[in-house]
């Protein structure tokens, strides 16, 4: 399994958010609504997955969840996709370095936003909620208990939840980028995702989906997903930006 040091991880970081910022507008869309449909398919994998759990089970349903989210995040990152979260630590680090102008950062975080939320929506309500992958029998049950656990977070604690979140995602983005093979690729996205997952923290891009899908099932409302929305949105950008981007940022870029 091919391995990368820090130093050279922090190079590809800046090259990475450099490559992102100057994606054209139209590339920049497809890409964020392709990385937002594929981080819902890897919640909805898990919504089925962890539904199907028996109940003698006890807990193990969210860490049989947690095992095959990662699915969306690989397909993100081995496939091709624009995934905000990634996005959160990759051209901050890349502007900390001067190669990113602060326009250049916000036009993209804008753009990508957007983009992964009509993917996301659009799983949502095409297979979740036309196709009946979320509105029947146990995943139905699964959709509202998870969609409840996030909602009923206050501001403060969905927000640090958020920052715990896209800590580990960016790390995940941050690692996988120095991968040298397939072995090396999956270990680096899987472990921290799937920590995240099993963890509990928020993710605003797979909250896209899952808090949509509460909704076209009767579960939730729109002014719902919007205060959820905010709080993980900050943390999440704070995750990426400072405590990925900021830390390795001040370690590594005065000796580049």
Not at 72 to 97: D, I, R, S, W
Not at 132 to 149: P, Y
Not at 174 to 196: H, I, N
Request: glycine residues 14%; positive net charge.
């Amino acid at each position: 399994m091919g391995y990368t040091k820090p130093e050279r991880l922090a190079e590809l970081a800046i090259l990475t958010g450099v490559k992102k910022a100057a994606l054209p507008l139209r590339s920049q869309a497809l890409l964020g609504f392709a990385a937002g449909a594929y981080i819902a398919l890897g919640y909805a994998l898990a919504i089925k997955a962890s539904a199907a759990v028996p109940e003698s089970w006890g807990g193990m349903n969210g860490l049989i969840g947690a095992a095959v989210f990662p699915l969306g995040l690989m397909l993100c990152l081995a496939a091709g996709g624009e995934l905000l979260t990634g996005n959160m630590m990759a051209v901050p680090f890349a502007a900390y370095a001067g190669r990113v102008s602060w326009r250049g950062w916000m036009a993209n975080w804008s753009v990508i936003t957007v983009g992964n939320f009509a993917g996301a929506l659009f799983v949502a309500y095409v297979f979740g909620h036309l196709g009946g992958l979320t509105e029947h029998g146990a995943a139905l049950a699964r959709t509202a208990v998870l969609a409840a656990s996030k909602l009923e977070e206050p501001f403060g604690v969905a927000f640090l939840s958020g920052i715990g979140c896209n800590w580990l995602v960016s790390l995940a983005v941050w690692m996988a980028g120095g991968s040298k093979d397939g072995a090396g690729f999956a270990a680096a996205v899987w472990f921290p995702t799937m920590a995240f997952v099993a963890l509990g923290f928020q993710h605003v891009v797979a909250n896209m989906f899952l808090i949509p899908a509460a909704i076209f099932a009767g579960q939730a409302d729109w002014l719902d997903w919007l205060r959820n929305f905010v709080p993980v949105y900050l943390g999440n950008a704070a995750g990426g930006a400072i405590f990925v981007g900021g830390l390795y940022g001040a370690v590594y870029l005065r000796r580049l």
